[in-house]
């Protein structure tokens, strides 16, 4: 005798519901860690690239022999006091701060991240032919819910050396150069 068996085809409404429920409740454990993740991570990458960009036009002053210009600028042609406009290295031949016709642009970021905002405390970061900077300069970016732990910093010594904040105290929030932890 032969019997016949019948495979299940679908799940029960009480067993949908229950994997449902853990879920949603995975769901609203998980989130908000997720967002955090991805603001850290875009303000990590954020500070990456700025970093690289600044050791560039520092780079190219130096194989250049001439002055390099990294500002922030709407048009591609003049600095702008705006740190959340696009960034550009140049070659300032006549030294004046601004990118005449004839000086070529040598790079250029996009524009900031409507998230996040930054402060310098200079507009103008200029790099003389031995790599030294025309001042020291914080360049700081914060996110725009003014969390402390998504605070990172951007430090230009006149020596022309560029370090980024670091969490020493592995507290979630870093530290500027003298040890204090950032705040936005």
């Known amino acids: 005798m032969r019997r016949s068996i019948s495979k299940q085809k679908g799940v029960t409404l009480l067993e949908m519901m229950i994997t449902v429920a853990i879920l949603a409740i995975v769901l609203t454990v998980v989130a908000p860690n997720v967002q955090g993740i991805l603001i850290k991570n875009r303000a990590v ?9 600044i050791q560039y036009a520092r780079n190219s002053a130096i194989d250049e022999q001439a002055n390099a210009v990294f500002c922030p600028s709407s048009d591609f042609t003049s ?37 996040m905002t930054f402060t310098s405390t200079s507009d103008v970061i200029s790099f003389e032919d031995s790599g030294a900077s025309s001042a020291q300069t914080i360049i700081k970016l914060c996110h725009t819910s ?21 969490d020493t105290d592995k507290n979630g929030v870093h530290e500027d150069t003298d040890g204090n932890p950032l705040s936005c």
């Open 146 to 166: 003014n969390n402390a732990q998504y605070a990172r910093q951007i430090e230009i010594s006149l020596q022309g050396r560029v370090r980024l904040s670091q």
């Open 45 to 53: 990458a954020t500070m990456n690239e700025l970093s690289t960009v």
């Open 79 to 115: 600095c702008s006091t705006n740190w959340r406009h696009p960034k550009m290295v140049f070659i300032d031949q006549n030294n004046d701060g601004e990118r005449d016709a004839n000086e070529v642009l040598l790079v250029a970021t996009e524009s900031l991240n409507s998230t």
